[in-house]
């Protein structure tokens, strides 16, 4: 269990303190926790499921195939990565072995349960105006009950502090799709959903400034 924090930690504070975390069992084979990166300020935080393979073993979120591909669609979409919160709803990777690979796991609710101490941390020191979320698990952390991704995409739900969450798809679902033509669409479609959130981030900045 990690060390109390104090109510005014900074971001620093909070990542370096979840080095040690031992909330649920996922620490024992992770490499390490996977925090979140970003200004200590931002108005938009995306939220991912959890660290990939890659992620885990560079210890920083989003830095794998997934990455890739999210770093290039946030530029097409005119959004800047140092300037936009990148975070998991669980902090550590989850796995099956096989062979020299380690495949995904998807994280259970009792998993994403402990691990959203942090993100709620996460969320009251870095203070965004708007809140992606980026598949199924990212969508039941933040909003607290399973969220139908393909039937919400596109829409914004308000969490009961008011915070608006943006539900989409997590980039690594482009990865999966094996038709070419299909995946041009997605990726379009997931181009799309990026630009509606920097219009949206815009438009919260603009009426809290007025």
Same mark, same amino acid.
């Given at each position: ?28 084979? #992770?490499?390490?926790?996977?925090? $979140?990166?970003?200004?200590? /300020? ?10 990939? !393979? ?16 999210? !770093? ?5 979409? $005119?959004?800047?990565?140092?300037r936009v919160y990148v975070t998991n709803a669980v902090k550590h990777f989850k ?17 994403? /349960? ?18 992606? #979320?980026?598949?199924?698990?990212? #969508? ?21 502090? $008011? ?24 990726? /379009? ?10 219009? #949206? ?10």
């Amino acid at each position: 269990m990690p060390p109390a924090l104090e109510e005014d930690a900074s971001i620093d504070t909070l990542r370096e303190s979840a080095r040690t975390c031992r909330r649920c069992p996922l620490w024992r084979d #992770a490499t390490q926790t996977v925090f $979140g990166e970003g200004p200590p /300020r931002a108005d938009i935080i995306f939220v991912g499921e959890q660290p990939g !393979d890659r992620e885990d073993l560079a210890g920083k979120p989003f830095v794998g195939p997934a990455g890739d591909i999210f !770093d290039a669609i946030l530029e097409e979409a $005119g959004l800047d990565r140092a300037r936009v919160y990148v975070t998991n709803a669980v902090k550590h990777f989850k796995f099956q072995p096989r062979g020299k690979r380690r495949i995904h796991s998807k994280p259970n609710v009792g998993e994403m /349960r402990a691990c959203h101490w942090w993100l709620a941390k996460e969320l009251k020191i870095v203070k965004p105006r708007l809140a992606v #979320a980026l598949g199924a698990t990212a #969508a039941h952390s933040l909003i607290g009950k399973p969220i139908a991704v393909t039937r919400l995409r596109g829409e914004t739900m308000t969490r009961d502090d $008011g915070l608006p969450v943006f539900i989409t798809i997590h980039p690594s679902f482009i990865l999966r799709i094996r038709d070419p033509a299909d995946r041009r669409a997605e990726r /379009r479609r997931f181009l799309a959903d990026l630009v509606a959130v920097g219009k #949206a981030a815009a438009s919260s900045v603009a009426s809290i400034r007025r």
